[in-house]
């Protein structure tokens, strides 16, 4: 898709131009609140990027088209949709660029919590941005350095979730390497991975990408997990003392799927051996050591 994105290489700029000013002003807590005629610029300009990107991202993902195009606003309606849909306004963001000397509570960023919202109740840099829209004299402060760098992580997040890239990593090793930065030069993000070998993930609503295993990892998985407890039955099944319990009537056959009273009645040690030769014959250590894994965004319905 990159090569038909017209969104992206306008974002590069955007930060080249952002970052450029930290050849002359030194980017830390206490010059958050630092105005110009630069910074008042560049949000003018996001402004225009978030805008036109939140209205095809919600087209593209199934907006109902309005007209007239005026009354399609970007906010009350089309962040809005991709706000219930993925539920963007919980999506965090790091000022990662070592150029940049933030504490660490103001380099964590929600830059889209309440962009659906409007007036008071909106945005910090969207307030700013129609207040100096409205009257540039009267608000110039407001083109600051904490309203420009928040629309632009706003905007950074709207790009990958246009780009709607999903990532083939490979092993642990892939995982390890998964670009955080996502070609940014100035952010990165938050990754969540899944909880279980079948794939199962505890989603975490401030991520923006979800790390799992692939279809094929999870499809074998379940089939050889499948295997491996139908073999370690088996095995049990064929034990002395299982199976004087079971002559006696001490025990039956839906016991097998208590671990704790199959323990008790065969023996801590002796059930491991079983599980041992189970876990051979069904190969899936050798599955385990070969994982594969994919990434792909967060949009709250995996």
């Known amino acids: 898709m990159d090569s038909y994105n017209l969104y992206w290489p306008v974002y590069q700029n955007l930060e080249d131009e952002f970052l450029n000013i930290t050849h002359f002003i030194h980017f830390d807590d206490n010059q958050l609140n630092i105005y110009s005629e630069k910074f008042v610029d560049l949000l003018l300009r996001i402004w225009v990027e978030i805008e036109s990107i939140s209205k095809q991202l919600y087209l593209d993902n199934g907006g109902d088209i309005i007209t007239p195009e005026s009354e399609m606003y970007f906010d009350t309606i089309c962040i809005d949709c ?8 919980s999506k965090l963001v790091y000022i990662s660029n070592p150029s940049m000397y933030f504490s660490r509570d103001n380099c964590i960023l929600y830059p889209l919590k309440k962009a659906n919202k409007r007036g008071t109740s909106g945005s910090k840099w969207k307030r700013a941005y129609q207040a100096i829209k409205h009257n540039r004299f009267n608000n110039f402060k407001q083109g600051n350095l904490y309203n420009c760098i928040n629309s632009l992580a706003a905007l950074y997040i709207l790009n990958i979730y246009y780009k709607n890239i999903e990532y083939e990593l490979g092993n ?53 997990n499948i295997l491996l407890n139908k073999t370690l039955i088996e095995e049990i099944i064929k034990d002395s003392k299982f199976i ?10 839906k016991d097998l799927y208590d671990v704790t009273k199959i323990q008790n009645i065969i023996g801590a040690d002796k059930y491991v051996e079983h599980l041992k030769v189970a876990l051979r014959k069904s190969n899936i250590n050798n599955l385990i050591s070969n994982q594969q894994f994919h990434a792909y965004l967060n949009k709250n319905n995996n």
């Open 172 to 224: 642990e090793k892939g995982v390890n390497n998964f670009d955080l930065l996502q070609g940014s030069k100035i952010f990165s993000i938050k990754t969540c991975k899944c909880d279980s070998f079948d794939g199962k993930v505890k989603n975490d609503d401030e991520s923006i990408y979800i790390i799992n295993y692939t279809d094929s990892f999870i499809a074998k998985w379940n089939e050889n």
């Open 244 to 253: 004087d319990e079971l002559n006696n009537k001490k025990v039956s056959l």
């Open 82 to 89: 991709l706000e219930q849909k993925w539920k963007l306004s």
